[in-house]
């Protein structure tokens, strides 16, 4: 059984450009949450996503959406990136939006921004 | 704004030697969990504990919940050079559905063989 991933691993930009990041979700769970994770910090909450909406957001500027597949995968998208924006970014899923269980995370896709 | 906050900032201990990491919350939750982090990769889930739990155990790790002081550690024992990790608690917002997860800072775990 496949745990959470992500992709790309590593990924480079300049600042102005725009990102999108991929995650698939542990098999069995459909909700997907997003968090950021500066050099040295815990992981932020950006949104999560269930049946293919936002649900909660974090305090992020707009410049973050995402999206949620039929499937329960997910994007991340960044546009406008800012030198700022260089982090690890980082997927969790869970099972049963409505009920407290646990989140499971993928390795992350490490974003630098030159 | 962090949630909770963990203490030491940084542990170093020799092989064989217990870990106790701690961890304060500042709301009422309805789970509490922790997690490991390995250099800077994803984070692997350890433990998670609901408010209404005060002790849970798996494997070395053993982690307590006291929500009269909103506080909870994680303990563990005979440690080994691979339990060297960053270590993070998470709460959840319980007047939110789906669990949004606060962290706090993390422990840095370095075990010396």
């Known amino acids: 059984d496949a745990g959470v991933t992500q992709s790309p691993t590593h990924l480079i930009k300049t600042r102005g450009q725009q990102v999108t990041l991929r995650c698939s979700p542990k098999s069995g769970h459909d909700t997907v949450s997003w968090y950021q994770q500066a050099l040295g910090q815990g992981p932020q909450f950006i949104f999560q996503?269930?049946?293919?909406?936002?649900?909660q957001r974090g305090n992020f500027p707009d410049r973050f959406s995402g999206h949620q597949f039929p499937n329960y995968s997910s994007e991340l998208n960044v546009n406008a990136l800012l030198l700022g924006d260089s982090a690890l970014y980082l997927c969790?899923?869970?099972?049963?939006?409505?009920?407290?269980?646990?989140?499971?995370f993928g390795p992350g896709t490490r974003l630098t921004v030159l | 704004s962090q949630q909770g906050e963990e203490d030491p900032q940084a542990l170093s201990i020799q092989e064989g030697e217990n870990a106790t990491m701690n961890c304060s919350y500042k709301?009422?939750?309805?789970?509490l969990q922790w997690y490991r982090q390995n250099s800077g990769r994803g984070l692997v889930h350890l433990i998670l504990i609901r408010s209404n739990e005060r002790e849970k155990h798996s494997g070395r790790l053993r982690v307590t919940l006291d929500t009269s002081k909103k506080s909870s550690s994680l303990l563990i024992t005979a440690s080994r050079a691979a339990d060297t990790a960053s270590y993070f608690c998470?709460?959840?917002?319980?007047?939110?559905?789906?669990?949004?997860?606060?962290f706090g800072q993390g422990t840095e775990l370095s075990v010396k063989p």
């Open positions: 996503y269930y049946e293919e909406e936002e649900r």
């Open positions: 998470a709460t959840d917002d319980p007047y939110n559905q789906g669990g949004k997860l606060i």
């Open positions: 709301t009422s939750i309805n789970n």
């Open positions: 969790a899923s869970s099972r049963d939006y409505y009920s407290y269980n646990e989140q499971f």
